[in-house]
């Protein structure tokens, strides 16, 4: 496990940069019924490895969280065209894997997948990191120190905070 950084650190994202956020989850609806959510369970480990291991899949990075009976994946994508590119490639992992889930689970209810995708614009986020290791953003395009023009939320937003709002010098920020 990597040692948390002692200070104030932000995502070192191009601010010319769009990027994709996807989450996608698996929920157990029926634990008794471990034959049709098992490999639905099991798919996503290899397409991750498979990912991983391709470093122009536009894949920047992943997190895994586990629920009592959800497990969620976020991922961060270069972009929504390489995402989609791999969602529909016929010799990747993913496609296979979502035929088998429609032929065998289908809609009968005993396990549930979703998943939502999120473009987020150039400039259009912040994100601040305090005594942790890399996580999340951070962790998919590397941190940088949260100093200078990327002291507050404010400044990561280029002095706008993304909605055209203003800020009176020395105001403090809630990551201040």
């Known amino acids: 496990m990597t040692d948390p950084i002692p200070r104030r650190m932000t995502a070192d994202v191009d601010v010319d940069d769009d990027f994709v956020v996807f989450r996608i989850g698996i929920r157990l609806n029926k634990l008794w019924k471990v034959h049709q959510w098992l490999p639905v369970f099991l798919a996503m480990p290899r397409m991750l490895r498979e990912l991983d291991a391709d470093p122009d899949s536009g894949l920047l990075g992943h997190r895994t969280s586990f629920g009592l009976r959800n497990v969620t994946l976020t991922q961060f994508w270069r972009s929504f065209d390489d995402l989609h590119a791999y969602a529909h490639d016929a010799d990747r992992e993913h496609l296979p894997a979502w035929r088998r889930f429609v032929d065998e689970v289908g809609e ?60 009176d010098e020395g105001e403090p920020t809630p990551d201040r």
Do not use: C, Q
């Open 108 to 167: 009968a209810g005993d396990v549930g997948i979703w998943h939502e995708t999120y473009r987020v614009r150039a400039s259009d986020h912040e994100s601040v990191y305090v005594n942790m290791p890399p996580f999340g953003l951070g962790d998919a395009v590397g941190l940088v120190p949260a100093t200078g023009d990327r002291e507050t939320a404010m400044d990561r937003f280029g002095g706008t905070a993304g909605k055209g709002a203003t800020a």
